[in-house]
């Protein structure tokens, strides 16, 4: 259950619940409030009536706005790590693994909670928490691909990682593009093409240091 479903669950006011399930509650009412109006626009106010509590009970999970906001900034920066870290150990055909991270990215925005708009659209990047999370995430995800791209090449450390930036950076700008250009073109299609041109560059690069021989489908 998504933090937005146990939201939706435990809205009446009145209803007692244990301090974890109060939280995420919250997390999820913050995050449709956050989505739908960006942080500036929210209000302590808004996030307590979405959830159906009062104000103080917010405040006794979450000392301020800004908190509340890093929380659920913690948490969705988490899910699109493991999420690229899942796709990348999925298999080890080198062209199903891009394709798998890929989509890890379309699915990620395509979510429809939306909390890729704070990770990727946040109002909030002038303020360093907020900066320095973001761009941790995008650093440990261009690691983790970085080091399956070392390991399966001749490429150095930091040739690996220059690739690994781009591969990560083209496929959250592309699906975010294909959200919100509402595309005709189904998810599976849009990361089929995208594959195919992150594919006719990666591929070219030697399997191992000694053979010379371009990486092919099964690794």
Same mark, same amino acid.
């Given at each position: 259950m998504t933090a937005i479903e146990q939201t939706e669950a435990a809205r009446p006011r009145g209803t007692r619940l244990p301090r974890r399930a109060r939280r995420n509650q919250l997390l999820g009412a913050a995050q449709e409030v956050f989505v739908a109006q960006g942080y500036h626009s929210a209000a302590m106010d808004d996030i307590a009536e979405r959830a159906g509590v009062s104000k103080p009970v917010l405040y006794q999970h979450f000392p301020g706005k800004l908190e509340l906001y890093l929380a659920l900034l913690d948490q969705h920066c988490e899910a699109l790590l493991q999420a690229v870290r899942t796709a990348l150990a999925s298999t080890t055909d080198n062209k199903l693994r891009v394709e798998a991270t890929m989509d890890a990215y379309f699915a990620y925005v395509e979510d429809e909670g939306g909390a890729f708009r704070l990770v990727f659209e946040s109002d909030? @990047?002038?303020?360093?928490?907020?900066?320095?999370?973001? #761009? &941790?995430? /995008?650093?440990?995800?261009?690691?983790?691909?970085?080091?399956?791209?070392?390991?399966? @090449?001749?490429? /150095?450390? #930091?040739?690996?990682?220059? =690739?690994?930036?781009? =591969?990560?950076?083209? /496929?959250?700008?592309?699906? &975010?593009?294909?959200?919100?250009?509402?595309? %005709?073109?189904? &998810? #599976?299609?849009?990361?089929? =093409?995208? @594959?195919?041109?992150?594919?006719?560059?990666? %591929?070219?690069?030697?399997?191992?240091? /000694?053979?010379?021989?371009?990486? @092919?489908?099964?690794?």
């Open positions: 909030l @990047t002038n303020e360093p928490a907020v900066r320095e999370r973001v #761009d &941790r995430v /995008s650093l440990q995800c261009a690691e983790a691909i970085s080091d399956v791209i070392a390991e399966d @090449t001749n490429l /150095s450390k #930091d040739e690996s990682m220059l =690739l690994a930036v781009g =591969l990560g950076g083209v /496929s959250q700008v592309v699906a &975010r593009y294909w959200l919100s250009s509402e595309s %005709a073109i189904p &998810r #599976d299609k849009a990361v089929a =093409l995208l @594959t195919s041109l992150a594919w006719r560059g990666i %591929a070219g690069f030697p399997l191992h240091p /000694s053979d010379g021989q371009p990486i @092919t489908d099964g690794g």
